[in-house]
């Protein structure tokens, strides 16, 4: 066996190089503004209980007619689209020349742990898409769905198709059989009955995050800091990753009913893809979706893997479809440096021909 050996210069260089950094981190941590969270200009034109839609001042002229609007997820907040001014999705949207409203699903109170699915598709999401056609004076409006917000998206469109020009999604959940990604093993044997009446119908956020983090426990719980430390003495570095930890804790509450249906139809049952979910009464057939149709995944995403998105575009009618993939995660299609400059005026050019 080799000796061990340890060279004193060389640690006692490490030593300062760390301690450099720790300085200058601490220097800039404690020096730091209010971090700018969502800077793109809108506008609040629409409030039903919690429920906000915001419009984004355009950046052009002339913006497209028929106006997008962007359904995010329930399980986390929807400004990770227009996170800082040079990681925007929604900017560059604009700035191809797209009239952009956005869902803010709010924060569920006591009040609302009785929300089910059939109050956030047929309830909350319809009443929001006729407030944008009536307010645009369109018949039909383009609708972005993202991730969770993509499928429940989907099943609207697949309910109400006279009322979508186009539909898009982003890392949007589909296939719910598929074997790839530890999220969908895991939900088909959770016990969501008994989390849910535990939690007194009102799933907090800090338990969904929890659960995430466990999919790669050292990567999001370990390796992250251990990384930024090497960053401390960058202010646009820790700026970067303040803002990502601050949307990643800020998570909403889960509604019970509309939770266990979630686990249970989509999970554990894999309905909307089988043709078999019913809304308020409503086979969501994804066969019933004839629009133009744009999908846009991760390839390296671990919480909803390319082979539970792909299976949309066969599954439905539409014969206008296009598929863009990008090598990041999933969360990499709305900061990642290397697409980002791809993904909003692919947007925009895609809608616009349509």
Not at 68 to 74: D, M, Q, S
Not at 293 to 315: E, I, N, Q, Y
Request: glycine share 6%.
């Amino acid at each position: 066996m080799a000796a061990f050996s340890l060279d004193p210069q060389k640690s006692l260089e490490e030593l300062l190089r760390m301690n450099n950094k720790l300085t200058a981190g601490l220097s800039i941590m404690t020096d730091l503004d209010d971090m700018e969270m969502a800077p793109t200009p809108k506008e609040l034109v629409y409030t039903d209980d919690l429920v906000k839609v915001y419009r984004y001042v355009p950046t052009v002229k002339k913006p497209h007619a028929v106006p997008v609007l962007i359904c995010y997820a329930l399980v986390n907040k929807q400004y990770m689209l227009d996170l800082q001014a040079n990681k925007s999705v929604i900017k560059r949207m604009l700035d191809g020349g797209l009239d952009v409203y956005l869902i803010d699903w709010g924060y569920p109170k006591d009040v609302d742990k009785w929300l089910r699915i059939e109050d956030y598709v047929e309830g909350y999401l319809n009443d929001i898409v006729d407030f944008v056609r009536a307010e645009s004076k369109q018949d039909k409006i383009n609708l972005l769905g993202i991730c969770q917000g993509g499928t429940l998206a989907a099943c609207y469109t697949s309910l109400h198709q006279d009322k979508i020009n186009t539909f898009m999604s982003f890392v949007m959940p589909f296939d719910f059989s598929t074997d790839d990604g530890l999220l969908f093993k895991w939900s088909r044997h959770m016990d969501v009955d008994g989390i849910v009446d535990s939690n007194n119908n009102l799933v907090s956020g800090d338990s969904m995050n929890d659960a995430f983090n466990m999919l790669k426990p050292l990567e999001l719980t370990l390796d992250k800091y251990v990384s930024f430390i090497d960053k401390l003495d960058d202010k646009d570095a820790v700026l970067d990753f303040l803002r990502m930890e601050y949307w990643i804790y800020d998570s909403p509450d889960q509604a019970g009913p509309m939770l266990k249906t979630f686990i249970k139809d989509f999970y554990q049952g894999n309905k909307f893809a089988l043709g078999t979910l019913e809304i308020d009464g409503k086979v969501c057939d994804p066969k019933n979706i004839t629009c133009p149709v744009l999908v846009m995944l991760g390839l390296k995403d671990h919480l909803v893997p390319p082979t539970s998105t792909r299976p949309f575009l066969d599954a439905i009618s539409s014969t206008d479809k296009t598929l863009k993939e990008f090598p990041v995660g999933h969360i990499g299609l709305f900061v990642s440096s290397r697409v980002l400059n791809d993904v909003g005026p692919a947007i925009a050019a895609w809608v616009k021909e349509r």
